[in-house]
T-cell receptor, first 112, second 115 residues
Framework: SQKIEQNSEALNIQEGKTATLTCNYTNYSPAYLQWYRQDPGRGPVFLLLIRENEKEKRKERLKVTFDTTLKQSLFHITASQPADSATYLCALDLGNTGKLIFGQGTTLQVKP | DAGVIQSPRHEVTEMGQEVTLRCKPISGHDYLFWYRQTMMRGLELLIYFNNNVPIDDSGMPEDRFSAKMPNASFSTLKIQPSEPRDSAVYFC?????????????FGPGTRLTVL
């Protein structure tokens, strides 16, 4: 069956360091992969989208990689700040259906 | 634009009662999604609509759940009768389409507690 795995353990890092979050998937061939941020008590907010034919995407301090051979995406936040503390969700698009399947999310805590 | 609007924000009800959750998507968006989020199961897609038509309801847990979209600016998710295991945060999201851009815009959610 289709499965998406994100680090279940919370990630604690020091301010200024680079945070790296992992998203692995099995039995999928996604056309796109997306990353969302969710703060407590709020809905997820879109951050980045990467297509299957793209290796890397950047937006300000954020970088996403997508390796379709390894079936893995890495999400990096450089020069992390306490305001980056949140839960980060990866989501796979099942072709051009508009339908997304979400991972369980990884909670990031950036300490000052 | 006000974004996706959901009501109520919080709902506390007793087992067996009917619950109706409401959603107003962003104007012009073709797709509307209903999700449920719990600690155990994460964010699960329940059903989604394209141009007001239900496309995939395979995530709806059972017949007690139903969803409608009578027009492009309104959708409801109904649970009848409600049970304690339905307690969760329910999100509505909308999307402008699927050609090249599938970003979904989420509402603030409705926190449902069934006693």
């Amino acid at each position: 069956s289709q499965k998406i795995e994100q680090n279940s353990e919370a990630l604690n890092i020091q301010e200024g360091k680079t945070a790296t979050l992992t998203c692995n998937y099995t039995n999928y061939s996604p056309a796109y992969l997306q990353w969302y941020r969710q703060d407590p008590g709020r809905g997820p907010v879109f951050l980045l989208l990467i297509r299957e034919n793209e290796k890397e995407k950047r937006k300000e301090r954020l970088k996403v990689t997508f390796d379709t051979t390894l079936k893995q995406s890495l999400f990096h936040i450089t020069a992390s700040q306490p305001a980056d503390s949140a839960t980060y969700l990866c989501a796979l698009d099942l072709g051009n259906t508009g339908k997304l399947i979400f991972g369980q999310g990884t909670t990031l805590q950036v300490k000052p | 634009d006000a974004g996706v609007i959901q009501s109520p924000r919080h709902e506390v009800t007793e087992m067996g009662q009917e619950v109706t959750l409401r959603c107003k998507p962003i104007s012009g968006h073709d797709y509307l999604f209903w999700y449920r989020q719990t600690m155990m199961r994460g964010l699960e897609l329940l059903i989604y609509f394209n141009n007001n038509v239900p496309i995939d309801d395979s995530g709806m847990p059972e017949d007690r759940f139903s969803a409608k979209m009578p027009n492009a600016s309104f959708s409801t998710l109904k649970i009848q009768p409600s049970e304690p295991r339905d307690s969760a945060v329910y999100f509505c999201a909308s999307s402008p389409g699927t050609e090249l851009y599938n970003e979904q815009f989420f509402g603030p959610g409705t926190r449902l507690t069934v006693l």
